[in-house]
């Protein structure tokens, strides 16, 4: 049974910062190209960033340069790094992991609410 399980949201303050992190279990995510989405009320879920291998990755413009995603392949993890926080990008992040860069076929984590607000 695969899971990913996301952690690390919670309130902060415009200009800090959250790390957040997803567990893998049931598939090696190391093989697999992990992504953290986001879906904020009213609006449709949207990518953050995606990590097609260890050092092919991509972002969002909203988030490019005050973000960073890793992989932990030891730990089966990937990690989102959120920096110079926006009331914006308050939001439900998911995390994700799907075969290909080009399959339909994705799992999905519950997801970990972030809300900046002072």
């Known amino acids: 049974q695969v899971q990913l399980v996301e952690s690390g949201g919670g309130l902060v303050q415009p200009g800090g910062s959250l790390r957040l992190s997803c567990a893998a279990s049931?598939?090696?995510?190391?093989?697999?190209?992990m992504g953290w989405y986001r879906q904020a009320p009213g609006k449709q879920r949207e990518l953050v960033a995606a990590?097609?291998?260890?050092?092919?990755?991509n972002y969002a413009d909203s988030v490019k340069g005050r973000s960073t995603i890793s992989r932990d392949n030891a730990r089966n993890t990937v990690d989102l790094q959120l920096d110079s926080l926006k009331p914006e990008d308050t939001a439900v992040y998911y995390c994700?992991?799907?075969?290909?860069?080009?399959?339909?076929?994705?799992?999905w984590g519950q997801g970990t609410q972030v809300t900046v607000s002072s």
């Open positions: 990590s097609i291998s260890e050092d092919n990755t």
């Open positions: 994700n992991a799907r075969p290909s860069i080009r399959s339909p076929f994705a799992y």
């Open positions: 049931g598939i090696v995510a190391s093989t697999y190209v």
